[in-house]
């Protein structure tokens, strides 16, 4: 069975700072991955997704994702945060066989402060 | 009105109440989804549909029952629930059930059990 674990609970950071949100995965077989944002009051919003081809993703808002095989890692990179970005970050995977469904982390808070 | 839809917004109940939260996605997809997200908790997946059909019971009380009359409506009727019960409940939805189809979710139905 799949699972997600993200490293981090919490990361603080400040404006106009490089930030990255890590996330490792567990599968036996090939999986995608995403990324998504949860604002306060909200639901979920996709933010990239890795489904195959370049391991470098590229999402909305700046962000992009590197898919790692051997590290079996997907971590969120963005190279200048703003305070806008202060929200809850979800990784996700699902599995091409068997169960399809997404597994997800426990979330990264990510607070930005001026 | 595009996106997924969740009504009502927020809800307080007794243990003893019947009540039914709504979802209405409004992009043609044909999976919807039902989650609870409990405080630092992950997203728990709770039931899934697929073209109408059900196809993912995970292992969730009988006190919560999922209705899907088309693929554009789903519901969770609840009663006699317990104060564990209290999270925000998200609906989303896919194109279809591929693992490869990202998900589009409502802003949720923040749950309250007296």
């Known amino acids: 069975a799949q699972s997600v674990t993200q490293l981090d609970s919490q990361v603080p950071v400040f404006e106009e700072a490089p930030v990255e949100l890590r996330c490792n995965y567990s599968?036996?077989?090939?999986?995608?991955l995403f990324w998504y944002v949860q604002y306060p009051n909200q639901g979920l919003q996709l933010l990239l997704k890795?489904?195959?081809?370049?391991?470098l993703v590229k999402g909305i808002n700046g962000f992009e994702a590197e898919f790692n095989k051997s590290q079996t890692s997907f971590h969120l990179r963005k190279p200048s945060v703003h305070i806008s970005d202060t929200a809850e970050y979800f990784c996700?995977?699902?599995?091409?066989?068997?169960?399809?469904?997404?597994?997800f982390g426990s979330g990264t808070r990510l607070q930005v402060q001026p | 009105e595009t996106g997924v839809t969740q009504t009502p917004r927020h809800l307080v109940m007794g243990m003893t109440n019947k009540k039914s939260l709504k979802c209405e996605q409004h992009?043609?997809?044909?999976?919807m989804y039902w989650y609870k997200q409990s405080a630092k908790k992950p997203l728990e997946l709770m039931f899934v549909?697929?073209?109408?059909?059900?196809?993912e019971n995970n292992s969730v009380p009988s006190r919560f029952s999922p209705e899907c009359p088309n693929s554009s409506h789903l519901f969770l009727h609840l009663h006699t629930l317990q104060p564990e019960d209290s999270a925000l409940y998200l609906c989303?939805?896919?194109?279809?059930?591929?693992?490869?189809?990202?998900?589009?979710f409502g802003d949720g139905t923040r749950l309250s059990i007296l």
């Open positions: 890795y489904l195959s081809g370049s391991t």
């Open positions: 599968s036996s077989v090939s999986v995608y």
């Open positions: 989303a939805s896919s194109q279809d059930g591929g693992a490869h189809q990202p998900q589009h």
């Open positions: 996700a995977v699902s599995e091409n066989t068997g169960r399809r469904a997404l597994t």
């Open positions: 992009l043609g997809h044909n999976a």
């Open positions: 549909y697929n073209f109408k059909e059900q196809t």
